[in-house]
């Protein structure tokens, strides 16, 4: 207590055998839960005594006796007047907690915080990603910390809109996206771990088990792709300008070619514009078979065409963001199946790139054409449609890009007459 000479009713409330009394009315008074009676014990008969002495009984209580919390308050009222028990028990033992209300906002925070995962626009914009987020819930919180799991997240989702890489090291990666730490993904560690396993959800792969699997991993994710390995399809596109890229792509579209480019010649200076029709149109696909089979058709008047041979390298986006950069206008189109789906939202949500025949409407007409397709694996949600993983889903079938080819190249042919000048066979 604070008194200086404390008054004969305090220094009885002060009596050391008392100190357990004390004790457990202000653990149960801490719970933050209403508190009638609280259980003491056992007690060796000075307690007892001195309890009895307290509480105006005629004979010992149990050695485990309970007290109401009401006949508490009277004695204290009568030892002191003016003063409560929670009063006495903050000045005996310290400040009450509320447990039960720290229960509640430790609750709350970590509802905001796998709300926040499961809506961030990272997740939002590739569903599959919602299963990571899942389970980094089930997971539960790092060393119990809500904070320190939203900071540990943020740089997950950090990296993972970084990605792909731009063909660098992965510690030079790390430190331009992670503000200067170059380690933060170093093997073993937990953002690397994290990442990883959301990479490997994308990508619908076991989660890597060795050094050369998560290196594997990382590198199918643009990260240490060196200029010359990392190649983008491309067919069509007649660029404008003094550089590198500006020539090949038109060298390779007059000979009616397609091209392949490396990394290194998308990154090549000089200046670049798209001679096309404004705004320039650049149709993407996923299968290569696609491209050869617009180059064989429409020759040296193929419109511009990017293929990402499935999931798309660090040369893919670099190429197609360059493009948007400039002023085309892209449009996306994929298989029909679950991964083609992922590679698509996954294209759009790292380009510009715009839907392309590829909405639920698209897929029934398909699927009524080519009803005995494979499996279409897990299907997962496709952002610009809702309907279309419903109608998936329904019908259980795949229909790969080649079958609705003909489709695309109509669309093409459309193109290529709008591109061909007057009079050009």
């Avoid at 073993?188 to 994290?194: F, R």
Wanted: proline share 7%; hydrophobic share 40%.
């Amino acid at each position: 207590m604070t008194h200086t000479d404390p008054t004969p009713g305090e220094a009885t409330l002060r009596r050391p055998e008392l100190l357990t009394l004390w004790h457990t009315v202000h653990n149960r008074l801490s719970t933050g839960r209403p508190v009638t009676r609280v259980r003491l014990g056992p007690l060796d008969d000075t307690q007892r005594e001195a309890l009895a002495d307290l509480l105006g009984l005629d004979r010992l209580p149990d050695p485990r006796p309970f007290v109401p919390l009401a006949r508490l308050e009277e004695a204290v009222t009568e030892l002191c007047a003016g003063r409560t028990v929670r009063e006495i028990v903050t000045e005996l033992i310290g400040p009450l907690g509320d447990r039960a209300g720290e229960r509640r906002r430790e609750d709350s925070e970590r509802a905001a915080l796998w709300s926040w995962l499961a809506d961030h626009d990272t997740v939002r914009a590739q569903p599959a990603l919602s299963n990571w987020a899942a389970s980094c819930r089930t997971a539960g919180l790092i060393g119990g910390s809500t904070e320190r799991t939203r900071t540990l997240l943020t740089d997950a989702l950090k990296v993972l809109t970084a990605l792909p890489g731009q063909a660098e090291p992965l510690p030079v990666f790390a430190a331009r996206v992670l503000n200067g730490h170059a380690h933060a993904l170093d093997d073993g560690t937990p953002l690397s771990t994290l990442v990883l396993r959301a990479l490997a959800t994308l990508y619908d792969m076991p989660l890597p088990q060795s050094t050369a699997d998560r290196r594997a991993l990382w590198t199918r994710a643009g990260i240490a792709d060196d200029d010359l390995s990392a190649t983008v399809l491309i067919g069509g596109l007649r660029a404008a300008g003094d550089g590198l890229l500006a020539h090949v792509t038109r060298v390779c579209t007059e000979a009616g070619q397609a091209a392949s480019l490396t990394l290194a010649q998308i990154r090549a200076p000089g200046e670049l514009t798209l001679s096309a029709v404004s705004p320039a149109v650049v149709h993407v696909v996923e299968n290569p078979s696609i491209l050869a089979m617009a180059i064989r058709r429409f020759g040296r008047h193929c419109p511009p065409l990017v293929c990402t041979s499935g999931w798309p390298n660090s040369a893919a986006i670099q190429l197609l963001r360059l493009l948007a950069d400039h002023g085309a206008v892209l449009r996306y189109h994929g298989d029909f199946d679950g991964e083609g789906i992922r590679i698509a939202a996954y294209v759009m949500n790292k380009t510009s790139a715009h839907p392309w025949h590829m909405t639920a409407a698209d897929y029934r007409a398909a699927v009524l054409r080519h009803p005995h397709g494979p499996q279409p694996g897990r299907i997962t949600e496709a952002p610009w449609d809702s309907e279309l993983a419903k109608a998936m889903a329904e019908h259980g079938t795949a229909v790969v890009e080649e079958l609705v080819a003909d489709a695309l190249l109509e669309d093409l042919a459309g193109a290529a007459q709008q591109k061909r000048p007057p009079g050009c066979p």
